[in-house]
Structures are given as C-alpha cells and as structure tokens.
C-alpha cells in the first residue's frame, strides 16, 4: 500500500452513536489532518496532529475528537453523532508541516451519513 | 486571518476551449501557493505549486503564475478536455514558524462539454 488508507468508505449512523474513522499512512509523515467537505463550503480543517504524540484543533473542532499515538494512524471519533455531521471526510498527511513546502496528501475520503 | 477567494462555479466549457479560475488571497506573511484537483469519488491531489513570488507552476497542461503585486494565482490552460471535468481548489501554506496549515478556497467545479 502506497499513500493513504481511510475505513470504511462510506458509512450510515442513527444519531446518538459513536464512530470512529480510521485513517492510515504509509509514508512516514510527520503531519496528519482531518477535513470535512460539504457542498458550498469547500474543506474546512477538523483537527491536526504535527508529529505524533501531539495534536490540535481546526477551524470545526466540535464534536469530534482525534489521538496519534504512532506516526502512521489518525483516527478521528464522533462521541455522539449527530445529523449536521453528516459529510465528507478527508485524512490528509504532509512531511513538512513547519514548511511552506506544506504539499498535503489526500485519502479517497469517507462519505458519512448521519440519521 | 489569511483566506483565499476564488471564482464560484460550475464553470461550464467546450472541450478544447482555453480556461481561467481566478484565485485570490489574504496573507500577513509570504505565503507558498497551490491549485490542487479533485475528481469525482477521489480525494484531492496535487496539480501545482508555486513557492516565491513571479514562480510559475504548471502541469498536465495547466499552469499558474504567482503574482504578489495583485496577490493573484490563476489557474489556466489552453485547450481543456474532457477528462478535465473536476473540482478544483487554490489554496495557501503559511511559512516555516507563522501558521503551519494550509487554507483551502471553496472549490471551483468544472464540467467539460466534449
């Protein structure tokens, strides 16, 4: 496997349960992130992590949590999901997160529906 | 803060018909620049960069010059085809120490009439 892997593809919930996306790199690189994108609205940043061990909020934190306890894996976990979440999501990962060489590799993403 | 504005779509073109998606930006510092593409059911990738200004990207055909006098990245190429069909994202990346992520513009979706 080369790149990124994000599970499952595609994924229907009844609100109120909790889910966790997974998200895996092969890459060796520093930085991972999680995006959503809704119609209209483009990407907006969720939650990063810089470098294992560390992470950070984004531009739509709420609701969602994250943990990188390796290098290669970023799940991010919906505690109680509710129908605004319903979504895209996008794991991305860079090796230069302090760079303005900040190139971001892109999984094929999770379509999320939330009932 | 830092944004980035490019032009709403869709963007409807004939197959072999010279395109432009305007992207302007808002930055404190010097930012590097990027356009990257989205097909559909894919994430997104990469199509160019650009990291000083009066720096030209370009790839697959497509190219964008980094104009910090009208703090611009255009995106253009000559003769688009069908395969073009895709949504495409300027974006921005603050430098080393100011703001390590990046900020993406809302998407500019094309269609491609063959």
């Known amino acids: 496997i080369a790149g990124i892997t994000q599970a499952p593809t595609s994924q229907i919930l009844a609100a109120g349960r909790r889910m966790t996306l997974r998200c895996t790199q092969d890459m060796r690189h520093n930085a991972m992130y999680w995006y959503r994108q809704d119609l209209g609205l483009g990407l907006r940043l969720i939650h990063y992590?810089?470098?294992?061990?560390?992470?950070g909020k984004g531009e739509v934190p709420d609701g969602y949590s994250v943990s990188r306890a390796n290098t290669d894996d970023f799940p991010l976990t919906l505690a109680s999901a509710v129908p605004s979440q319903t979504s895209v999501y996008f794991c991305?990962?860079?090796?230069?997160?302090?760079?303005?060489?900040?190139?971001?590799?892109f999984g094929p993403g999770t379509r999320l529906t939330v009932l | 803060g830092d944004s980035v504005t490019q032009m709403e779509g869709p963007v409807t073109l004939s197959e072999e018909a010279f395109l432009t998606i305007n992207c302007t930006y808002t930055?404190?510092?010097?930012?590097?620049l990027f356009w990257y593409v989205q097909y559909p059911g894919e994430g997104l990738q990469l199509l160019l960069k650009?990291?000083?200004?009066?720096d030209k990207g370009s790839n697959k055909g497509f190219e964008a010059t980094y104009r910090k006098e009208t703090t611009s990245f255009h995106l253009e190429k000559g003769s688009v085809q069908v395969s073009d069909s895709a949504v495409y994202f300027c974006?921005?990346?603050?430098?080393?120490?100011?703001?390590?992520?990046?900020?993406f513009g809302k998407g500019t979706r094309l269609h491609i009439l063959p």
């Open positions: 650009a990291t000083k200004a009066d």
């Open positions: 930055a404190t510092g010097y930012p590097s």
């Open positions: 974006a921005l990346s603050e430098p080393l120490g100011r703001d390590d992520k990046i900020i």
């Open positions: 991305a990962s860079s090796d230069q997160p302090y760079s303005s060489y900040n190139e971001q590799f």
């Open positions: 992590s810089n470098t294992a061990g560390t992470t």
